[in-house]
């Protein structure tokens, strides 16, 4: 049981929980969560997490209400140890800013750990090859937060540049078009054949990968929700195969240019 | 000692090592090295690694000559496990692509799997706050393989939308001018007050951490060699105080429009 609130003892920890495996967690991540009194999370995420929760107050959120749970987490971290926890790496599209904006606004001297995860881009990257070799860019197309003509002009300025990138939030109920949208700003600066992965629950249960081109894009766009990560290949990306099977998608780094191998 | 060549027993783990320290490394990384009759990697890489390699074939090699390293490990692999490891993620600026390259050019049929890692971009971000919370670009600064006039094009087009920029490989003796060089692009889009952060081996021995801005960030060029990664805030990017210290960067999401708090 967590202990009787104690001033001046509390800490906060925002922990990356990488893809959802445990066995992509970090140890940090792990220790912290273990060393927490009030674990704070979506609840998809504190599941692989149960056998570390016992004795622990647990706080499971849906998804929304974000300022509201990072107000809480705050709040409890004043006397209490505190771990939030997000899938991924808490810093991108997780909860690291907004608590942070919270503590910074709250004025509370509280010890702040922020505990790295491996990404979404990287774990999806990594079941296709190596589809983001080199310079790449990630961009959400959730339009919660940002306007989708703001989103819309990222897409074309980095399809533009024939650079990979990793589309998170790619769809959801809420918005049901905004994968084929993309789709569509990728077709206006990339050829038809430019690869693309849809990795669906990447590391975790579940697992679905799919590995098309542009030019195919409409009869995968079933498999693409709000668990998924979309990687559009550059203009040097290719098909990696090996024998007959699409294995996935490889972005050379340019040794071919400099070698021969 | 390494078992005696056995056609069709071999295996590739292409790890993906993360920052450095072991508590930052996932246990999948640490099995795959674990199981490998032979690892191969870069010196810096290994040496935190000692203890799991007793008993292996170690190969260690020193910056450059990848595509030799690659056709080794994958010659090796047709009778041998092995795991060929990068710092950070092997799929960013790693070794996965040259190797599934080298593979599928020989047309061996090894299985081969990729282990994640936390990538420097969420490594060096997780030490200053919270930069990357939304969209983000990654651009190397080498030279080496794509011509300083690509970078400089990725470094306008990614500046002008105005998302944080992780710069890897920001500097080397062979390009003592390449920091300030992005510098001045991004000084050409983004106001002087925007926030940069210069994170020296985050996560390992001899972390070093400096944030300022654009418009101070010639006091900081020493600071950045080849073992730092940059990030250069974006239009919404600001310094992170806890009273009068800087404590790093807040990137917010936008929740500040939607919500008051």
Redesign the interface.
């Known amino acids: 049981m967590p202990s009787h609130a104690e001033p001046g003892k509390g800490s906060l920890a925002i922990v990356?929980l990488?893809?959802g495996l445990?066995?992509?967690?970090?140890?940090?991540a792990l220790?912290a969560i273990a060393a927490a009194e009030y674990v704070i999370g979506n609840a998809s995420y504190l599941e692989p997490l149960e056998p570390l929760l016992a004795g622990k107050e647990v706080i499971r959120s849906a998804m929304g209400r974000?300022?509201e749970r990072?107000?809480g987490a705050v709040d409890l971290a004043r006397t209490h140890r505190v771990a939030i926890v997000s899938g991924g790496?808490?810093?991108?599209?997780?909860m690291?800013?907004?608590v942070?904006?919270?503590?910074?606004?709250d004025?509370a001297?509280i010890p702040v750990e922020?505990?790295?995860?491996?990404?979404a881009a990287?774990?999806a990257?990594?079941?296709v090859?190596?589809?983001?070799?080199?310079?790449?860019?990630?961009?959400?197309l959730s339009d919660?937060?940002?306007p989708l003509g703001v989103i819309e002009?990222?897409l074309d300025?980095?399809f533009?540049?024939g650079?990979p990138v990793v589309l998170y939030n790619p769809r959801s109920r809420g918005r049901p078009h905004n994968f084929l949208m993309a789709i569509g700003h990728a077709r206006q600066h990339l050829p038809p054949g430019t690869p693309i992965a849809i990795v669906r629950n990447a590391?975790r249960e579940k697992e679905e990968i799919t590995v098309t081109t542009l030019a195919e894009a409409e009869t995968v766009g079933d498999a693409v929700d709000m668990h998924t990560t979309v990687i559009i290949g550059g203009r040097e990306s290719r098909i990696?195969?090996?024998?007959d099977d699409v294995k996935g998608i490889?972005?050379?780094?340019?040794?071919?240019?400099?070698?021969v191998?």
């Not at 922020?114 to 990404?119: A, D, K, L, S, Y």
């Not at 990696?240 to 024998?243: A, D, E, I, L, V």
């Open positions: 990356g990488g893809p445990r066995e992509y967690m970090t140890p940090r220790k974000e300022v990072a107000q790496d808490a810093g991108v599209y997780g690291a800013s907004i942070l904006e919270v503590l910074e606004h004025g001297d922020i505990i790295p995860g491996v990404t990287n774990a990257a990594s079941r090859g190596s589809p983001l070799s080199g310079d790449f860019a990630v961009i959400s919660l937060l940002t002009s990222r300025a980095v533009s540049l650079i590391l990696w195969r090996m024998g490889i972005t050379p780094r340019g040794y071919h240019r400099k070698y191998y």
